[in-house]
C-alpha cells in the first residue's frame, strides 16, 4: 500500500504564500519524479510543477517566477512554496508520485487526497 499525504493548504489574501508539503509513505523500492497538480471548479486538473528524482524541475508558465518545487530524498516528501498568490491561484492541489513498488514492477502514477488552497482578493 502506498499514500501520499499532503498538508499545508488553506485560505491565505492575495499576495501572501503558502507552502505545500506532501510525504510518500508505504511499501516501494523508489520514487521518480513527483509533482504538484491543482483543479479549480469547473476546469480540468493541471500541472503546476514537477520535479525528477535527479532534481530537475519543470513549471507550468502560470507558476514560474512564484512557485518553487523541491524534495527531500530522504523523507520522500515534495514540497510546493507559493509566493504572491493571486485569486486564480485558488483550487485544490494534488500532489502526484510515480513510484515503483519493488524491482519486478511497473512504475505507477499515486496521487494524494488533495489540499484546498483559497486566495481571497
Known amino acids: 500500500q502506498v499514500q501520499l499525504v499532503e498538508s499545508g493548504g488553506g485560505l491565505v489574501q492575495a499576495g501572501g504564500s503558502l507552502r505545500l508539503s506532501c510525504t510518500a509513505s508505504?511499501?516501494?523500492?523508489?520514487?521518480?519524479?513527483m509533482g504538484w497538480y491543482r483543479q479549480a471548479p469547473g476546469k480540468q486538473r493541471e500541472l503546476v510543477a514537477a520535479?525528477?528524482?535527479?532534481?530537475?524541475?519543470n513549471y507550468a508558465d502560470s507558476a514560474k517566477g512564484r512557485f518553487t518545487i523541491s524534495r527531500d530524498n530522504a523523507k520522500n516528501t515534495v514540497y510546493l512554496q507559493m509566493n504572491s498568490l493571486k485569486p486564480e491561484d485558488t483550487a485544490v492541489y494534488y500532489c502526484?508520485?510515480?513510484?515503483?513498488?519493488?524491482?519486478?514492477?511497473?512504475?505507477?502514477?499515486?496521487w494524494g487526497q488533495g489540499t484546498q488552497v483559497t486566495v481571497s482578493s
Open positions: 502526484n508520485a510515480l513510484i515503483r513498488r519493488s524491482i519486478l514492477s511497473s512504475v505507477n502514477a499515486y
Open positions: 508505504g511499501s516501494f523500492t523508489s520514487i521518480n519524479a
Open positions: 520535479i525528477t528524482g535527479s532534481g530537475i524541475t
